[in-house]
């Protein structure tokens, strides 16, 4: 059963737009929430409505990200050109044998 958060669209959309982050976001539904005796919406869910909006049409506005670990996009794309280029008979033991390394490479770097 789908959980009914009581933030109609309007509402999310002004505080998607009046927010400078997703905690931000967060933060002022929480708070309206609240004052309306509702769940408060996660993280998660706040993003997932955001991404449904934008799939239906509606341009809200892009969020800064902040991204924990720093990523080697390089090494990630060279994998996933792998992977394609196997047609499907890429061993996924071998992905974990080289994340291993990838990350081993980059500790001693």
Do not use: C
């Not at 509402?11 to 997703?22: G, K, N, P, R």
């Not at 309306?36 to 341009?59: E, H, P, Q």
């Not at 390089?74 to 280029?85: E, H, M, T, Y």
Request: glycine fraction near 4%; charge should be positive; proline fraction near 3%.
């Amino acid at each position: 059963m789908k959980t009914n958060y009581q933030i109609s669209p309007e509402e999310f959309i002004v505080a998607w737009e009046t927010s400078e982050s997703v905690p931000e976001v967060v933060e002022n539904l929480r708070r309206l929430a609240k004052a309306k005796g509702a769940k408060n919406m996660s993280k998660t869910i706040v993003l997932s409505r955001a991404s449904s909006y934008r799939t239906l049409g509606v341009n809200l506005k892009k969020m800064k990200r902040k991204h924990g670990k720093p990523i080697d996009v390089k090494a990630l794309n060279n994998l996933v050109s792998r992977i394609n280029q196997s047609g499907g008979l890429f061993d996924k033991d071998v992905v974990v044998v080289d994340l291993r390394k990838m990350s081993a490479d980059k500790a001693t770097a």
